[in-house]
């Protein structure tokens, strides 16, 4: 579907459509800016050939950070002609300040939960993230997110020997750390790279397209880390609202790894020299 024609808009929860317009966003959905006669503003996303559900887990995601700091809030969704679709408020963007970001994502953090995982499964790619429930970081993590992307690796021929032997090392390692320590699962966004934040003209600092499940708070603050876009400011405010653990640092390689090979997965071999560079530390 390459456009949204007039039955298709005509069946949306909405009055008096005024503009349709395609805007950027629709990386893995196609996206738009509709604007109602009263110049309201909506955002809307269009997964075509999914069932309504697909957007469950998204929209389940920004209910929750939106309990805490702002979030687009989901108005609408369902399935109009064998294509899912989430509604959201429009929000226009504007310039706000690192420090108020670090503190709005330390208090999601301090969101918490009995388990690890989440209510819903997620699809990135060809890759389903296994959100299962479970009562231990270390087998979360190693068995729902590890080993998923590297049996992902090698079907997707991304992988070889050398990658699999070290990365059975680290994920030993890792193993061994967390069943010494432990870990209180936080909300995480999931995704939290500077393409999914923004701030209102008003400065207020907004997540959007989590991909949300309770674990490790350093796992979403290792994405911060790999692309760029956070200040010292940022990391800063996030400690003095909610201080990490002493070896962060130590720790990183385990989480960043997590993003890598995801990417590999998704992306290609661009992403191998990237990963190799975390392996070859075990």
């Not at 750390?177 to 909300?187: A, F, K």
């Amino acid at each position: 579907m390459s456009e949204l024609n007039q039955d298709w808009l005509s069946q949306l929860p909405l009055t008096s459509i005024e503009r349709v317009r395609s805007v950027s966003g629709g990386d893995i959905n196609e996206a738009y800016q509709i604007i109602t006669q009263d110049q309201t503003k909506y955002f809307l996303k269009v997964q075509p050939q999914h069932p309504q559900s697909y957007f469950d887990h998204e929209a389940a995601g920004l209910r929750l950070i939106g309990n805490v700091i702002t979030t687009p809030e989901p108005t609408a969704q369902g399935q109009i002609n064998g294509d899912a679709y989430l509604m959201l408020n429009w929000i226009d963007s504007g310039n706000g300040s690192q420090r108020d970001l670090g503190t709005a994502v330390a208090a999601m953090h301090q969101q918490h939960h009995v388990q690890f995982g989440f209510d819903h499964n997620h699809q990135s790619g060809n890759i389903i993230k296994n959100n299962q429930w479970q009562s231990d970081w270390a087998t979360f993590y190693a068995e729902q997110r590890l080993d998923t992307l590297a049996e992902a690796a090698q079907k997707n021929h991304v992988w070889n020997n050398w990658r699999q032997a070290h990365f059975a090392q680290m994920r030993s390692e890792f193993i061994d750390y967390y069943h010494g320590h432990e870990v209180q699962p936080s909300l995480l966004h999931g995704d939290l790279w500077s393409g999914n934040y923004m701030f209102a003209t008003n400065g207020t600092p907004i997540l959007i397209d989590p991909d949300v499940f309770y674990g490790d708070r350093e796992l979403d603050l290792a994405m911060t880390t790999i692309f760029g876009g956070f200040s010292d400011q940022f990391y800063q405010a996030y400690q003095s609202s909610y201080p990490l653990p002493a070896g962060f640092e130590k720790r990183l390689p385990w989480y960043q790894f997590y993003y890598l090979c995801m990417h590999l997965n998704l992306f290609g071999e661009s992403y191998g020299g990237a990963v190799d560079r975390i392996l070859a530390n075990y």
